[in-house]
């Protein structure tokens, strides 16, 4: 085991706490308010304080995160903070292998100190992972440990090298869940979407076999298992290994019983906008459920859906290429969920379908006279002229019958009148068929799994619209992590309201990064605008420059007598003693006769004080330019050099560098 100095020892009994979405499987203890009591006397006596923790440094997260930084934040005291180590770090060993060398110890953090009193509760998995029951003492110990700097993870499911980013799965995990890692514990990393979990062993740790990973930086090394299959995540599922991919223009006959879920998988065309996914039932009945993150959708878990009546033969479900964007993905994943004893299907997708949304046309039977001589009937609702009124009336009445609460007709006496049915508890009409499933998608209570206050709700539809809304538990891609996670319980932070942040987009956006222009520690959710102000501050520079002197040149002026950017200074710069200025300007002279007399030899050189220029500007329009001559050369570089001689003079007057008319080409 890795040395570490334990401050504290109890012996507590074990109490399961039992796995759910808001523990998930993280590493966190619930202790009782006797040990944090125990704790803060311990540490007055021992003279321990947060500062003489060797290697740690404060967070730069926001004073609001301090005490809870996400719902798996390590707790922290409100007050006397300075007497105790952050995070508080305890060693746990069975009672019955204290003292052995070879004892099986895990390291953990703590979520709360409100447990009863002789008890500790540990994670239903950590539990699992120790080997110890229900009523098992155990011994906690306070530790400090080392920052971890490296970890080795040996994947031991077969499945996890078909994950898409299983790094970015595992520094979300790692972050929000864990606040130590040992040498060989097994950790179980979720998967939204998936049942099982993957499973990790921690093989090797730097720079010892215990640390410390909150508010640290550490390298990550994955192994992968050699043998068995490999899955792809993608397409994976609890009903199902890998979902049938369905492909457009080829239909899927499929056979779902009651309550059987039956995966599919498609991904969205490249150049197609729309799409259909159209299920039509041969016998019996079925739902069409469809989702981009929920791999497995469910009547209650989805992004689109279709549950209406048996009595309609064909579900469909439209899709759009924009309701994709949001997401980031191509991928949808279908579910047909099984409603009859027996229901036999076939599945497709059908790109660019040309159907129309159905329009209903509202009769307004307000005036029984129309004004072109026509009269309403108000039993069937056809428009009859006037002449043949009451015969129409006579002889549909007695072969029509209407609907005494709906506006629907039907012939006196048939099956479809007889089958006629309408919900005592709602508006709904349709066929008696239609009844069980209408009750018990509408009209059967239903709770969600999140304990939401609203709970129960009062029909299925009610709660599948909570959980594709407002659930804790509705997963969403994170906009700064890009990980599926749930989205955590509503914000009541009135920026993360304003900005349309959830709470894990809260806690995510609120870690900071160092900006790579000013090396400030800078939130992710800040990052944007931070970008932006540097990208003002250097329009407000270009606005505010001093050009260089140099007609040629667009860069911002250097300190020097010549008034010149850095680049154009450079060919006139000596280390000689020159206080008068007098070895500049002769250099200068000399440079301005050598370009106007030879040029500069560049082909793409417009300069009209070069030489060379003044060829490719003649050459471009058909007339060449002769060569100056020394006098003419001489002519054009005296108002120049007149107008630089006051730096020669001892009062050195303040020159207009922008009247100088001073053209030099680039050096190569």
């Known amino acids: 085991m890795a040395p570490s100095h334990s401050e504290f020892k109890q012996i507590l009994r074990c109490a399961k706490v039992p796995h759910s979405a808001a523990t998930g499987f993280a590493d966190k203890l619930y202790l009782p308010p006797s040990t944090l009591t125990v704790l803060l006397d311990s540490s007055k006596r021992n003279g321990l304080s947060n500062r003489a923790t060797n290697g740690r440094h404060q967070s730069h997260r926001s004073p609001r995160y301090l005490s809870f930084d996400s719902e798996e934040a390590d707790y922290s005291l409100p007050s006397q903070t300075d007497l105790l180590p952050s995070p508080l770090i305890f060693r746990l060993i069975p009672a019955t292998q204290v003292g052995l060398r070879d004892a099986r110890a895990i390291h953990c953090g703590v979520r709360e100190f409100s447990y009863e009193e002789g008890l500790v509760g540990i994670p239903e998995w950590l539990l699992s992972e120790m080997g110890l029951a229900e009523g098992d003492a155990v011994s906690i110990e306070l530790v400090r440990l080392q920052k971890g700097s490296h970890a080795q993870l040996q994947a031991l499911n077969p499945m996890a090298r078909g994950v898409g980013d299983l790094r970015s799965l595992l520094e979300a995990y790692m972050r929000t869940k864990l606040t130590a890692l040992t040498i060989g514990e097994t950790l179980l990393v979720p998967i939204n979407g998936v049942m099982e979990p993957l499973s990790f062993s921690v093989t090797a740790l730097e720079p010892s076999a215990a640390v410390d990973i909150v508010d640290t930086d550490l390298s990550v090394d994955i192994i992968h298992a050699d043998q068995g299959p490999i899955l792809n995540h993608s397409a994976t599922s609890h009903n199902s290994a890998s979902g049938s991919e369905l492909v457009p223009g080829v239909s899927i006959d499929v056979s779902v019983s009651e309550e059987q879920t039956k995966p599919f998988l498609f991904n969205f065309p490249a150049k197609v906008n729309t799409i259909d996914v159209i299920l039509s039932c041969v016998e019996g009945d079925a739902s069409l459920v469809a989702s981009c993150l929920v791999q497995s959708p469910s009547v209650v878990d989805n992004t689109w859906l279709d549950f209406s009546a048996p009595s309609r033969k064909q579900k469909r479900l439209r899709i759009s290429r924009d309701q994709l964007l949001p997401l980031g993905s191509s991928a949808v994943h279908v579910s047909v969920v099984g409603f009859t004893t027996v229901c036999r299907a076939?599945?497709?997708?059908?790109?660019?379908?040309?159907?129309?949304?159905?329009?209903?046309?509202?009769?307004?039977?307000?005036?029984?006279?129309?004004?072109?001589?026509?009269?309403?009937?108000?039993?069937?609702?056809?428009?009859?002229?006037?002449?043949?009124?009451?015969?129409?009336?006579?002889?549909?009445?007695?072969?029509?019958?209407?609907?005494?609460?709906?506006?629907?007709?039907?012939?006196?006496?048939?099956?479809?009148?007889?089958?006629?049915?309408h919900c005592e508890l709602c508006n709904a009409s349709g066929d008696t068929g239609d009844s069980a499933k209408h009750l018990y998608f509408f009209h059967t209570p239903a709770s969600c799994t999140c304990g939401t206050k609203h709970s129960p709700f009062a029909s299925i539809a009610e709660l599948a619209e909570h959980r594709r809304t407002r659930c804790p538990e509705r997963l969403i891609e994170c906009r700064y992590c890009h990980n599926v996670e749930p989205q955590g319980p509503a914000s009541e932070d009135a920026v993360d309201i304003m900005d349309g942040l959830s709470a894990h987009e809260s806690y995510c956006g609120n870690r900071t990064i160092?900006?790579?222009k000013c090396k400030a520690n800078v939130r992710i959710r800040q990052v944007h605008v931070h970008m932006q102000v540097h990208q003002m501050r250097e329009q407000v520079a270009r606005e505010n420059m001093v050009p260089c002197a140099n007609k040629e040149c667009s860069k911002e002026r250097a300190t020097n007598p010549l008034g010149l950017c850095v680049s154009c200074f450079g060919p006139f710069y000596t280390g000689q003693h020159d206080p008068d200025n007098h070895k500049l300007l002769k250099r200068l002279a000399r440079a301005l006769h050598t370009q106007l007399t030879r040029g500069c030899d560049s082909k793409s050189c417009r300069n009209s004080m070069c030489a060379t220029g003044l060829q490719n500007i003649g050459s471009g329009t058909g007339s060449p330019v002769l060569p100056l001559s020394q006098t003419e050369a001489a002519a054009l570089m005296v108002p120049i050099l007149k107008a630089f001689a006051p730096l020669s003079t001892l009062l050195r007057p303040s020159i207009d560098y922008a009247k100088i008319d001073l053209h030099l080409c680039k050096q190569p």
């Not at 059908?350 to 949304?357: K, N």
């Not at 046309?361 to 005036?367: A, D, G, M």
């Not at 108000?378 to 005494?404: Q, Y």
């Open 514 to 516: 160092e900006c790579i």
């Open 346 to 421: 076939s599945i497709s997708v059908e790109p660019d379908s040309t159907l129309e949304d159905k329009v209903e046309v509202e009769i307004k039977p307000s005036s029984p006279v129309s004004e072109d001589g026509l009269r309403l009937c108000v039993n069937c609702g056809s428009n009859v002229p006037t002449a043949r009124f009451d015969m129409h009336r006579i002889v549909c009445e007695r072969h029509n019958v209407k609907c005494t609460r709906c506006t629907s007709i039907f012939k006196r006496g048939s099956d479809e009148a007889e089958r006629h049915w």
